[in-house]
């Protein structure tokens, strides 16, 4: 797929809970796509100027709402938007250099309201970006300012342990991820640590007390990397991007059981990769049938692996579908069934075509 973006890399956390909410992608430097006739068409119009996480979202209609890095949010006339207060919507707690700063999710039952979900980055820290504010969201209402929307709560911090008191911040990853569950709540997860922290959000809104927690065997090396559910609900891909050998470590890609009903985060782990061999893991991506996932890893290369999620042994599934000169890469579904990735250092995306077969 050949596109005249400008940008480094293509890192976005893009969340949809019908296929028409996913027609608009804004990402990287300016560049933008439009799935509204079903294959991609590309945009110049977007404001964003960003190396890694981004999100955007449209209505159930196809109609684009917004769209942020997680520091700036712009509203469908791609105008910054204000607070209720007047306040523009910018220096907010993502950062530009954390994988998943942004995400959106829409309340399961008020079409007017949606939540914006940021994560910051130990890896930049200075006046204009403190070190890691870990992981808040803030609440947008549409309804306002003429139906584009207004901000309407400062930052709500959810790297707080509500049972313990713990404040889990400066630890926190720069993952991000959710997924509508069968009885129509929507869970936003993230992690720090060997934690899993998933906040069921209800008609009432982000419950921000009783997250729930879940203690994993195995602790993140790097804060570095995508976080993804499976479409289905039932697997959990992290990338732990860790790109040190020998006795300092490195990191791997990890398969975890999840129950979308719950919130529980399984301790059934599958380690899929080797820092040593595979290079480090960045981007993850399911199929749209949850039968395939593919990860993105750097080891002077950028490569993308395919594993089988159908057989009992993921790990001896492995084959290398694309290897080529570059940087680490981003990963991401989109509405028609495709898996697009960036080619860091060039203007193209790659894609793939068909991701419930071997590539």
Same mark, same amino acid.
């Given at each position: 797929?050949?596109?005249?973006?400008?940008?480094?890399?293509?890192? #976005?956390?893009?969340?949809?809970?019908?296929?028409?909410?996913?027609?608009?992608?804004?990402?990287?430097?300016?560049?933008?796509?439009?799935?509204?006739?079903?294959?991609?068409?590309?945009?110049?119009?977007?404001?964003?100027?960003?190396?890694? *996480?981004?999100? =955007? /979202? =449209?209505? +159930?209609?196809? !109609?684009?709402?917004?769209?942020?890095?997680? /520091?700036?949010? $712009?509203?469908?006339?791609?105008?910054?938007?204000?607070?209720?207060?007047?306040?523009?919507?910018?220096?907010?707690?993502?950062?530009?250099?954390?994988?998943?700063?942004?995400?959106?999710?829409?309340?399961?039952?008020?079409?007017?309201?949606?939540?914006?979900?940021?994560?910051?980055?130990? #890896?930049?820290?200075?006046?204009?970006?403190?070190?890691?504010?870990?992981?808040?969201?803030?609440?947008?209402?549409?309804?306002?300012?003429?139906?584009?929307?207004?901000?309407?709560?400062?930052?709500?911090?959810?790297?707080?342990?509500?049972?313990?008191?713990? !404040?889990?911040? $400066?630890?926190?990853?720069?993952?991000?991820?959710?997924?509508?569950? +069968?009885?129509?709540?929507?869970?936003?997860?993230?992690?720090?640590?060997?934690?899993?922290?998933?906040?069921? /959000?209800?008609?009432?809104?982000?419950?921000?007390?009783?997250?729930? %927690?879940?203690?994993?065997?195995?602790?993140?090396?790097?804060?570095?990397?995508?976080?993804?559910? =499976?479409?289905?609900?039932?697997? /959990?891909?992290?990338?732990?991007?860790?790109?040190?050998? *020998?006795?300092?470590?490195?990191?791997?890609?990890?398969?975890?059981? #999840? !129950?979308?009903?719950?919130?529980?985060?399984?301790?059934?782990?599958?380690?899929?990769?080797?820092?040593?061999?595979?290079?480090?893991?960045?981007?993850?991506?399911?199929?749209?049938?949850?039968?395939?996932? $593919?990860?993105?890893?750097?080891?002077?290369?950028?490569?993308?692996?395919?594993? !089988?999620?159908?057989?009992?042994?993921?790990?001896?599934?492995?084959?290398?579908?694309?290897?080529?000169?570059?940087?680490?890469?981003?990963?991401?579904?989109?509405?028609?069934?495709? %898996?697009?990735?960036?080619?860091?250092?060039?203007?193209?995306?790659?894609? %793939?075509?068909?991701?419930?077969?071997?590539?």
């Amino acid at each position: 797929m050949r596109n005249l973006f400008t940008f480094f890399i293509l890192i #976005f956390a893009l969340n949809f809970y019908a296929q028409k909410e996913a027609n608009f992608w804004y990402f990287g430097e300016n560049a933008g796509l439009d799935f509204s006739s079903g294959e991609p068409k590309a945009l110049n119009n977007g404001k964003l100027s960003t190396d890694e *996480g981004c999100s =955007s /979202i =449209s209505n +159930s209609d196809g !109609d684009l709402l917004f769209y942020s890095d997680g /520091i700036t949010l $712009y509203n469908s006339k791609h105008e910054i938007m204000t607070f209720s207060d007047g306040r523009l919507a910018t220096s907010l707690e993502g950062n530009p250099s954390s994988t998943q700063s942004a995400l959106f999710v829409p309340n399961p039952t008020n079409k007017n309201i949606y939540y914006l979900f940021t994560v910051g980055t130990n #890896f930049v820290g200075n006046t204009t970006y403190p070190v890691n504010p870990g992981f808040n969201f803030y609440t947008i209402d549409l309804s306002l300012n003429g139906g584009l929307g207004e901000v309407t709560s400062r930052p709500v911090s959810l790297d707080t342990n509500p049972y313990t008191g713990e !404040d889990l911040s $400066y630890s926190w990853s720069e993952k991000v991820t959710a997924v509508q569950g +069968s009885c129509g709540s929507i869970r936003a997860l993230s992690v720090v640590e060997n934690q899993f922290f998933a906040y069921e /959000i209800t008609s009432a809104g982000v419950d921000i007390n009783n997250p729930v %927690i879940s203690r994993v065997f195995y602790n993140l090396t790097d804060k570095r990397g995508y976080l993804k559910v =499976s479409p289905d609900g039932s697997k /959990i891909a992290m990338a732990d991007y860790n790109e040190g050998f *020998g006795s300092f470590g490195g990191g791997s890609l990890v398969l975890l059981d #999840f !129950d979308i009903n719950t919130g529980v985060v399984s301790r059934n782990i599958k380690r899929l990769t080797e820092p040593n061999t595979e290079g480090a893991p960045y981007g993850v991506e399911f199929s749209k049938q949850s039968n395939k996932l $593919y990860v993105s890893t750097f080891n002077s290369q950028n490569n993308i692996y395919q594993f !089988d999620l159908t057989k009992t042994d993921v790990a001896d599934t492995k084959v290398l579908i694309s290897s080529q000169t570059g940087y680490r890469s981003g990963l991401q579904l989109g509405p028609n069934g495709k %898996i697009y990735n960036s080619i860091p250092g060039t203007p193209f995306l790659g894609v %793939i075509e068909n991701p419930r077969c071997r590539c």
